[in-house]
């Protein structure tokens, strides 16, 4: 779609025009250089980042919060569903993927009407990585490290300038209604991207080259993840239930819905839930189909590369490696699909 | 926003009358603020006011639209709170949820309709809507076990169902009892040697997942296919609408896709019953 360029300062001002009926979440860098998701005031603008890679925490708690109200009873009806507006700077091509899964998830034939207005009333300005970090993988699971579409607008940092590529009617609008801080870009420039781009997808290639995990996963998660190898000597053998690589996962969506009495009426709160947790799957008379540790690790892994891709024609991992910071064990998805795939490749021999 | 577009929302529900049908099992009459049409195998969430929620497949007939009959094993957190009501209190109701028995693929077949324990309850709603076409079925057998004589649910109307013509009913209990002279065994010995026409049979099943394997190993020797078997997988399970992960088994989302399941859609799933 349509390529424009601007500035730092002029994009600066954008923001602060298009912030006047809504609130703003971005990426700010801290002292140690480490990249947060925040909610961010009108007067610190100057703080928003756009370069490096994707935030530590995910986008996906903004349109599906770790606790939601989601209905109020007995009443007369039910409360009016509405969302905030809000505008989002700083999303990845990662993030902005794990969003169009949640979307499926949540907006398929029953529609959660609690994420659907959070989404329909976000403006999404994602961003082109620019320094990806040693736990990108992206690449290997078939991404990309830059949006192709799906953002309302995305921003490419350059020499200085920004481009800034039109990727929806909103974001066509948004550019035409402040024009005169958007200009052509000048010749060459769109060239110089697209080679800023295959360096950043190289890097990422780089980092990984030492795991040998590139997709398709699929037919080894099918048939390898029961193989006592694996199992047994695996890395699954550290993980110790905590449950955070799901809490930072933006694309893990499981959840509990949890009633409580308040005052004189009853409350129903959506609550995030952890396929590891041995309740997660309790039964009646404390029955369980995944008794063993092992069983609900397994789970993780049917579910984004096996399940997810019969369901939803897509994997439910972005490579944005957020669970391999978080995990106790020092479990990296990256080995525990190298093992998968090199145990499918000896069984073939 | 109307109601129906929130699917967290319950509707207020009171119920009518409580029946009691074994020690441990009672029957709810509900009447929902608005009638609520459900498919025999659907399920619902039934809410007990600031306590939580628990899935139940109703056990009245599908024809019934006004009212609902939902039946209840004591077991835990909801079903105690829910065993301690009285008619005239207030419950929530979300549903129905679930595709239902295949009831079309039964014509002119033999159905096997195989409960054990208050699993009968769930069957009873298919019980009702077979029993009440009859004649577009070859036969229907109800297999039913319990623990004990006292648990069987609805021995009242057992008698009239198996009068009926084109069904065939047989009971069992795990163990003799004082009293008891019919048959004693677990629900699989009303499986030995099976007199039908096994190419046009299915057979359909719900109780505990112990039982459910049971049945279904013995089934397999007896000759059925894996397509001939449907089992109602009720798992642990939340939103019912597909989303919030619980009730997966394999590729199938329990509450969407079930949760009455055609074996050969899930025999392959590694430790299906745990
Ligand atoms: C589709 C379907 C249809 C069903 N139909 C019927 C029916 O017709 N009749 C019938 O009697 N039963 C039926 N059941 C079974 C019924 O839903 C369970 O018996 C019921 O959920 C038990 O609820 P409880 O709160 O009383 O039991 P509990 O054992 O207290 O709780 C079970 C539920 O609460 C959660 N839980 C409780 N304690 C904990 C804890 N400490 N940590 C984590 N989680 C916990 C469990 O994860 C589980 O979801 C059906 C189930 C399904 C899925
Ligand atoms: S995983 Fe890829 S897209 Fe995500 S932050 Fe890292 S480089 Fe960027
Ligand atoms: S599984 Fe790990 S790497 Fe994949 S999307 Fe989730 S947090 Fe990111
Ligand atoms: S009960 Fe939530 S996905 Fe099935």
């Given at each position: 779609m349509k390529v424009w360029v601007t500035d730092r300062e002029k994009f600066e001002f954008f923001l602060e025009k298009i912030l006047a009926d809504s609130v703003l979440y971005a990426n700010v860098e801290d002292q140690e250089g480490q990249v947060h998701f925040e909610r961010l005031p009108k007067e610190e603008l100057t703080r928003v980042c756009i370069e490096k890679a994707r935030a530590l925490e995910t986008t996906k708690a903004l349109f599906f919060?770790?606790?939601?109200?989601?209905a109020q009873y007995p009443s007369a009806s039910p409360a009016e569903i509405t969302a905030t507006k809000s505008t989002v700077v700083g999303i990845r091509a990662c993030g902005l993927k794990a969003l169009q899964i949640l979307d499926r998830v949540f907006t398929d034939d029953v529609m959660d009407p609690f994420y659907q207005a959070k989404r329909e009333n976000s403006t999404i300005i994602t961003c082109d990585c620019t320094e990806p970090w040693e736990t990108c993988f992206c690449t290997e699971v078939g991404y990309k490290p830059y949006p192709e579409s799906g953002f309302d607008l995305n921003l490419a940092p350059l020499d200085g300038q920004i481009l800034v590529e039109v990727g929806s009617e909103k974001g066509e609008a948004l550019v035409a209604e402040h024009s005169e801080l958007f200009a052509e870009p000048e010749k060459g420039l769109l060239e110089k991207m697209k080679a800023k781009r295959k360096a950043v997808v190289q890097r990422v290639k780089e980092i990984n080259?030492?795991?040998?995990?590139?997709?398709?996963?699929q037919e080894a998660v099918k048939k390898q993840l029961i193989n006592p190898l694996w199992a047994k000597q695996?890395?699954?053998?550290?993980?110790?239930?905590?449950?955070a690589c799901t809490h930072v996962c933006p694309t893990c969506r499981c959840f509990l819905l949890v009633d409580e009495q308040v005052g004189d009426h009853s409350e129903r709160t959506m609550v995030w839930d952890v396929c590891f947790y041995p309740g997660y799957w309790r039964m009646a008379g404390n029955l369980s189909p995944k008794p063993r540790l092992l069983d609900r690790f397994q789970n993780r892994f049917s579910c984004k590369f096996d399940y997810f891709v019969d369901n939803y024609q897509a994997i439910a991992c972005t490579g944005c490696g957020r669970c391999i910071q978080a995990c106790m064990g020092k479990i990296d998805i990256r080995q525990c699909l190298s093992e998968l795939l090199a145990a499918d490749k000896t069984s073939k021999k | 926003m109307a109601k129906a577009q929130n699917p967290y929302y319950p509707i207020e529900t009171e119920i009518l009358e409580v029946i009691e049908e074994t020690p441990t099992i009672k029957t709810f009459l509900l009447q929902p603020q608005e009638p609520i049409p459900f498919k025999a195998g659907q399920f619902m969430e039934l809410t007990v006011p600031g306590l939580g929620e628990a899935p139940f497949t109703p056990s009245s007939s599908p024809l019934q639209t006004e009212k609902m009959e939902i039946t209840v094993l004591r077991t835990g957190t909801v079903t105690d709170a829910l065993h301690e009501m009285k008619a005239g209190q207030k419950l929530g109701l979300r549903g129905p949820f679930g595709k239902g028995y295949p009831v079309e693929k039964l014509y002119g077949k033999e159905v096997l309709v195989v409960g054990g324990g208050v699993g009968l309850a769930p069957l009873r709603s298919l019980i009702y809507t077979l029993l009440d076409d009859i004649?577009?079925?070859?036969r229907v057998s109800i297999k039913y076990g319990a623990r004990t004589p006292q648990e069987l649910c609805f021995r009242s109307e057992f008698e009239e169902w198996g009068s009926k013509k084109g069904v065939d009913m047989k009971v069992t209990i795990d163990l003799p009892a004082p009293g008891w002279t019919g048959t004693v065994g677990l629900v699989t010995v009303l499986l030995e040697?099976?007199?039908?026409?096994l190419k046009n049979s299915y057979a359909v099943s719900c109780g505990p997942e112990v039982m459910l394997k049971f049945v279904t190993l013995k089934l397999l020797e007896e000759g059925f296919e894996p397509e001939q078997i449907y089992l109602s997988m009720n798992r642990n399970m939340s939103c019912g609408v597909g989303k919030c992960g619980h009730c997966i088994v394999g590729r199938y989302f329990l509450c969407k896709d079930g949760p009455d399941m055609c074996y050969a859609d899930i025999m392959d799933v590694p430790n299906l019953f745990g």
């Open positions: 919060p770790p606790r939601t109200k989601v080259a030492r795991f040998h995990a590139a997709a398709p996963y695996g890395v699954a053998y550290s993980c110790v239930e905590c449950g | 004649g577009k079925f070859k040697k099976l007199n039908i026409d």
